[in-house]
T-cell receptor, first 116, second 113 residues
Framework: DARVTQTPRDKVTEMGQEVTMRCQPILGHNTVFWYRQTMMQGLELLAYFRNRAPLDDSGMPKDRFSAEMPDATLATLKIQPSEPRDSAVYFC??????????????FGPGTRLLVL | GNSVTQMEGPVTLSEEAFLTINCTYTATGYPSLFWYVQYPGEGLQLLLKATKADDKGSNKGFEATYRKETTSFHLEKGSVQVSDSAVYFCALMNSGGYQKVTFGTGTKLQVIP
């Protein structure tokens, strides 16, 4: 049963530190999404990649956040420097574009980040 | 722009009760519609979907029908179980290849024995 994996599952850090979250999409999928979930804002799309190219990162604070896909099996989301307001659960999701519409997104278990 | 509005939670039901979670949407064109479910401590997972008007999605006893005339995609289940306790998200994806999904705010369901 193929799954999206994310590491770490939990991260506690101090304000100002760099945080790196990693995601392994399902093998063969060609799209990757990063979401942030908080009680106040709900689910927010941070970044969207197709075939490893960034297509939309309009939801991401550019001054401190960056997202990359160094290869097809790894996506990373970095926060530098981190701030307490970044505390949230960060989800990675992957999918397969078919051009038909209605493609399912497969979510990982999330990284729970707490910035003190 | 696109938007999804779903009923406020939490919804508390007794086991075997009938469930309806309302969802309406605003979108251009002919979006695909989804219900995702999130169990505690986990990521979202697809529950069901419908890709065109009048389609009915169904899974695990849950159903939702794509109603274009009322721009709605209400989730229903005839008899809920304690194991259905979770947060349910209505969502839409525009046609045209860009897979950005617009999610509703989520409705928490608690089923008590």
């Amino acid at each position: 049963d193929a799954r999206v994996t994310q590491t770490p599952r939990d991260k506690v850090t101090e304000m100002g530190q760099e945080v790196t979250m990693r995601c392994q999409p399902i093998l063969g999928h060609n799209t990757v999404f990063w979401y942030r979930q908080t009680m106040m804002q709900g689910l927010e799309l941070l970044a969207y990649f197709r075939n490893r190219a960034p297509l939309d990162d309009s939801g991401m604070p550019k001054d401190r956040f960056s997202a990359e896909m160094p290869d097809a099996t790894l996506a990373t989301l970095k926060i530098q420097p981190s701030e307490p307001r970044d505390s949230a659960v960060y989800f990675c999701a992957s999918g397969l574009t078919t051009g038909q519409g209605g493609e399912t997104q497969y979510f990982g278990p999330g990284t729970r980040l707490l910035v003190l | 722009g696109n938007s999804v509005t779903q009923m406020e939670g939490p919804v508390t039901l007794s086991e075997e009760a009938f469930l309806t979670i309302n969802c309406t949407y605003t979108a251009t064109g002919y979006p695909s519609l989804f219900w995702y479910v999130q169990y505690p401590g986990e990521g979202l997972q697809l529950l069901l979907k419908a890709t065109k008007a009048d389609d009915k999605g169904s899974n695990k006893g849950f159903e939702a029908t794509y109603r274009k005339e009322t721009t709605s995609f209400h989730l229903e289940k005839g008899s809920v179980q304690v194991s259905d306790s979770a947060v349910y998200f209505c969502a839409l994806m525009n046609s045209g290849g860009y897979q950005k999904v617009t999610f509703g705010t989520g409705t928490k369901l608690q089923v008590i024995p």
